[in-house]
């Protein structure tokens, strides 16, 4: 997994790195409202097509912004399977298996697929998002709409040792398989009952990790003044304000469009 | 010093090693280490030293090249099963303690893999002895010194009983008579007819108790034979910018005819009181 | 004046009969190396660097004067710009996801202006031998670059004296000597260094000083040659190889009086002497 999917090299291929950090969130926010208003097909996929057009015309690399996709393929995959098994209506074919009623439906299918376009929705707006975005002037836009610097802060203490913790974990895992403890050997519905062995490590030297780092950012002064200053910085231009009033607006209309019915 | 008996404990041929991330750590690693030894592997961060002895026990699997740890190729087992045979103590012991009793802690790993019961009674107790843990069997680990918790270990991983123990830094922050103490226990197994591989950045230690030194540098074996032999080739460790330890180059640079691998070793050498008769 | 004063301290942790540090006195000159053996040596250091009592609670008594100023009754924010700790793990320090954001962050908390972090983050990088590497990833870095962007970041800051908590743990030899390497330069320029340090080729040529704790108290501050000939009983001490040889020679050999503590001493003072019994 990617350390961080925020690189520099892309501060020099793509525009889309030098919008506000702010106007990224917005789109985040209207992607969502987008999402979870309708799943109407078209209106799904319009936008799936606008977030495309927005990829290639902003230059973002499609390996690394998609690549973590795949993650949620397997979620897809279980949605769209349980909605086909499980929707009494439009039935296409049934079979009789080991005395149980094994259904087909349609609707359920095509539902499925719908849930499933929400999903790919938001999973690639929130990955563009950590891929152009710039944790530190993200802390700095944060506190520019007067969120104390403690709270923005902790974006960028979670994305860089999150993948740290994660680490971790597989150390541990490894130290206890040298033990004979094989948890991938374990049936999958089960694992969740034996991962004793592996959180009890993980969690004390996450507690001991965030304390030696509380006693490290304690030791820079940090949280010492409310006027504390920035080395970065973030400027809001016309694209920034151009993209936000579109986002939102679109947003905005599909809500009504779903409210009142029309869709 | 355990004599080998010939028959090998680990066998590597023409190993590699890439990770998924693409970088190859090992390219193409062949050497037998024969059952009994006592061996140390050295080298840079990055130098494929870890990456090999994961190996050992399992934990990775060869992308080429064929390994095997007690005639058994490492592909064909996991994991799990290998831990019967190759022990590998981790640096950092908080990365496996977890039960709320040190008796608890050793005896899960014979659990695991399957040992008899009875067994494990008298496993327990030997273990115990041999790390010097007697009386803590009720304490709870997390009040154990940072010491005491490398012991506890290394005892839960000995208890499995694996004819191969291999060891990742186990001296980290430890004095001068800890360290002497690990030092004089790893003797003894090894005397028991165990198998050790240790790696180490301090080189004292690996002059002090291995009878075989491996010098990784990018992927490969570097060097191979007994620590006098390895720090005799100054310009070849030179490339690793590892240095022998201080009295053996302090041997070298005066120019004596003998490479002192220690300090006892060298008052040993001085005439008078206290001097050995000259050994090797 | 001494640019570190510690009188009489004593502290204790909460919930331990045992004081960690009863009545811990001395001081440390400008520019000076000290190097802290012994128990209880983090303690000390988080008492040097204002941490305690601070940060860690506990039962504190005694004075630690760092400056001119009395720790106990000082902000952290104000200490941190006369004295910086750095701990063990690197990994831990850097929090911030390039080098240049570290070297900055202590800076920015405390409301220093932009142009100047500018300059002070270029001065401390340069320092440490990492000019150029404020764009980089600290994730990418090796070991000992870690540990060097570490203390930019402390540097940056500007504090006279520097405390240094077992700084070349975690790292390979070639970290141990980047570190070192480092080190030797800042006690150029005049910083004061207190480290607790055990790898004693390293840190014997650069300590002026060294300190042995035992049982909560100071047993022994003395220079290196001083001190190793007074511990060479302590069984928990480590020692230049050619120092514990010249100790063990002791009686034995007709020895020269300075007790070497370098490589290169050890051969002056002791080489004649096996050239004639080794043939």
Not at chain 1, 219 to 237: H, I, Q, W
Not at chain 2, 23 to 30: C, H, T, Y
Not at chain 2, 141 to 147: D, E, H, K, V
Request: glycine fraction near 8%; charged fraction near 20%.
């Amino acid at each position: 997994m990617a350390r961080l999917l925020y690189t520099f090299a892309l501060e020099g291929r793509s525009w889309v790195t030098r919008l506000h950090p702010m106007t990224m969130a917005t789109l985040v926010l209207s992607v969502a409202i987008v999402a979870f208003s309708t799943l109407h097909l078209g209106v799904l996929g319009a936008t799936l097509l606008v977030l495309l057009l927005f990829m290639v015309v902003g230059r973002l690399p499609t390996r690394t912004t998609l690549a973590p996709m795949v993650l949620i393929l397997p979620l897809c995959f279980f949605i769209t399977l349980i909605q086909t098994l499980a929707r009494p209506e439009g039935i296409v074919a049934s079979w009789n298996l080991l005395g149980r009623e094994i259904t087909i439906s349609a609707v359920g299918f095509i539902l499925g697929l719908r849930i499933t376009l929400r999903v790919v929705l938001l999973a690639m707006i929130l990955t563009i998002f950590f891929t152009v975005v710039h944790p530190a002037k993200f802390t700095k836009a944060l506190c520019d709409l007067r969120v104390p610097f403690k709270y923005a802060y902790s974006f960028t203490l979670a994305l860089r040792f999150l993948p740290l913790m994660l680490e971790e974990l597989a150390t541990i895992k490894n130290a206890q398989q040298s033990r004979g403890y094989d948890i991938d050997q374990v049936n999958p519905f089960l694992r969740v009952f034996r991962i004793f062995p592996l959180m009890v490590p993980l969690v004390l030297i996450a507690l001991r990790r965030a304390s030696t780092i509380a006693l490290a950012l304690d030791l820079r002064a940090f949280d010492a003044r409310p006027d504390r200053t920035f080395f970065v910085d973030v400027n809001r231009g016309p694209l920034d304000l151009g993209l936000r009033a579109v986002g939102l607006s679109a947003a905005a209309v599909v809500l009504i469009a779903a409210i009142a019915g029309w869709l | 010093m355990a004599l080998s008996t010939g028959a090998s404990a680990i066998e590597v041929t023409d190993l590699h090693f890439v990770y998924p991330s693409g970088v190859a750590a090992l390219r193409g690693v062949s050497l037998t280490i024969a059952a009994g030894e006592f061996v140390g592997v050295i080298g840079q961060n990055g130098s494929g030293k870890t990456t090999l002895v994961k190996h050992f026990n399992g934990l990775l699997k060869p992308t080429g090249g064929v390994l095997k740890v007690l005639g058994v190729d490492t592909r064909s087992k996991g994991v799990a099963e290998l831990a019967k045979v190759a022990g590998y103590v981790f640096q950092n012991p908080d990365h496996q303690i977890f039960c709320n009793t040190v008796r608890e802690e050793i005896v899960f790993g014979p659990r695991n893999t399957g040992m008899p019961a009875s067994e494990i009674e008298s496993s327990v107790r030997h273990v115990m002895e041999l790390l010097d843990l007697q009386g803590l069997e009720d304490r709870h680990p997390f009040r154990l010194s940072r010491g005491e918790r490398q012991r506890l270990a290394i005892a839960s991983i000995l208890a499995m009983r694996p004819r191969i123990l291999i060891l990742d830094e186990p001296t980290g922050g430890q004095d001068r008579q800890q360290v002497s103490r690990l030092i004089a226990t790893l003797h003894q197994l090894n005397v028991e007819g165990h198998t050790i591989v240790l790696v180490t950045h301090d080189l004292e230690l690996l002059a002090e108790c291995t009878g075989r030194a491996l010098v990784m540098f990018q992927g490969e074996i570097l060097l191979d034979g007994t620590p006098r032999e390895v720090f005799r080739e100054v310009d070849t460790l030179k490339r690793t910018a590892l240095a022998p330890p201080q009295i053996t180059r302090w041997s070298l640079a005066v120019g004596l005819p003998r490479l002192f691998l220690t300090v006892a070793e060298a008052a040993a050498a001085y005439p008078g009181e206290g001097s050995g008769s000259g050994t090797q | 004046m001494p640019i570190l004063s510690v009188r009489n301290l004593t502290f204790t942790y909460p919930g331990v009969t045992e004081p960690a540090l009863a009545g811990v006195s001395f001081d440390v000159e400008r520019g000076e190396c000290l190097a802290i053996f012994g128990a209880a040596k983090s303690t000390l250091c988080l008492c040097l660097a204002g941490a305690i009592p601070h940060l860690i609670s506990g039962q504190m008594e005694g004075e630690v004067i760092v400056d001119g100023l009395l720790t106990r009754a000082v902000r952290l924010p104000e200490l941190a710009t006369k004295v910086g700790m750095v701990l063990q793990d690197p990994e831990n320090t850097l929090f911030n996801i390039t080098v240049g954001g570290d070297v900055v962050f202590g800076m920015e908390n405390l409301g220093v202006p932009r142009d100047e972090m500018a300059a002070r983050m270029e001065e401390a990088m340069t320092l440490v031998g990492l000019a150029g590497f404020h764009a980089r990833m600290s994730h990418e870095l090796s070991g000992g670059q870690k540990q060097r962007a570490s203390v930019a970041a402390v540097l940056a800051m500007r504090p006279s004296i520097l405390i240094l908590d077992e700084p070349t743990r975690e790292l390979d030899p070639l970290g141990t000597e980047e570190v070192f390497g480092l080190l030797a330069r800042l006690k150029e320029r005049g910083t004061t260094i207190v480290i607790v340090e055990n790898d004693p080729d390293h840190v014997a040529p650069l300590a002026d000083r060294m300190l042995l704790l035992r049982h909560g108290r100071v047993e022994v501050l003395a220079p290196p040659r001083e001190f190793y000939a007074r511990v060479r009983d302590d069984p928990k001490i480590r020692f230049p190889q050619v120092t514990e040889l010249y100790l063990a020679l002791q009686g034995r050999a007709a020895l020269p009086g300075r007790i070497p503590i370098t490589l290169e001493e050890g051969i002056e003072t002791l080489g004649p002497l096996y050239r004639r019994v080794c043939h």
